[in-house]
Nanobody
Framework: QVQLVESGGGLVQAGGSLRLSCAAS????????MAWFRQAPGKEREFVAT????????YYVDSVKGRFTISKDNAKNTVYLQMNGLKPDDTAVYSC?????????????????WGQGTQVTVSS
C-alpha cells in the first residue's frame, strides 16, 4: 500500500506562485512514477505532470510547460509541484497520484494510489 498526503494549496493572485508537496509513505520504490492531476469545478480531472522515481524523467501537459516544475526529494519521499505564473484557469483541486512503472501515463485510471487533494485558487 502507498499513502499520499498533499499540502501547500491556497489562494494566490494571478502571476503568483505556489509550491505543492506530496509526502509518500508505504511501498514507494525506485520503480514507481508519481503524478499531479487537477480538477476544476464542472470539469473532468486533468493530467498536469509526472516524474519517474528512478531517473527523475518528467512530462508535462502543454498548458503548464514553462510555468510548472515537478521534482522530488528522495530522502523525504516527497514530490513537489512548483507553480509559477499562475493563471485563473489553474484554479482547481490538485491531487497527487502514484503507480508502479515507468513512462508518462496521463490517464487517471492508470494510478491506483491517490492523495486527498489540495485546493488552489488563483484570483484575477
Amino acid at each position: 500500500q502507498v499513502q499520499l498526503v498533499e499540502s501547500g494549496g491556497g489562494l494566490v493572485q494571478a502571476g503568483g506562485s505556489l509550491r505543492l508537496s506530496c509526502a509518500a509513505s508505504g511501498r514507494i520504490s525506485w520503480d514507481y512514477s508519481m503524478a499531479w492531476f487537477r480538477q476544476a469545478p464542472g470539469k473532468e480531472r486533468e493530467f498536469v505532470a509526472t516524474i519517474t522515481w528512478s531517473d527523475s524523467s518528467t512530462y508535462y501537459v502543454d498548458s503548464v510547460k514553462g510555468r510548472f516544475t515537478i521534482s522530488k526529494d528522495n530522502a523525504k519521499n516527497t514530490v513537489y509541484l512548483q507553480m509559477n505564473g499562475l493563471k485563473p484557469d489553474d484554479t482547481a483541486v490538485y491531487s497527487c497520484a502514484a503507480r508502479y512503472g515507468y513512462g508518462a501515463r496521463t490517464t487517471s485510471s492508470g494510478y491506483p494510489y491517490w492523495g486527498q487533494g489540495t485546493q488552489v485558487t488563483v484570483s484575477s
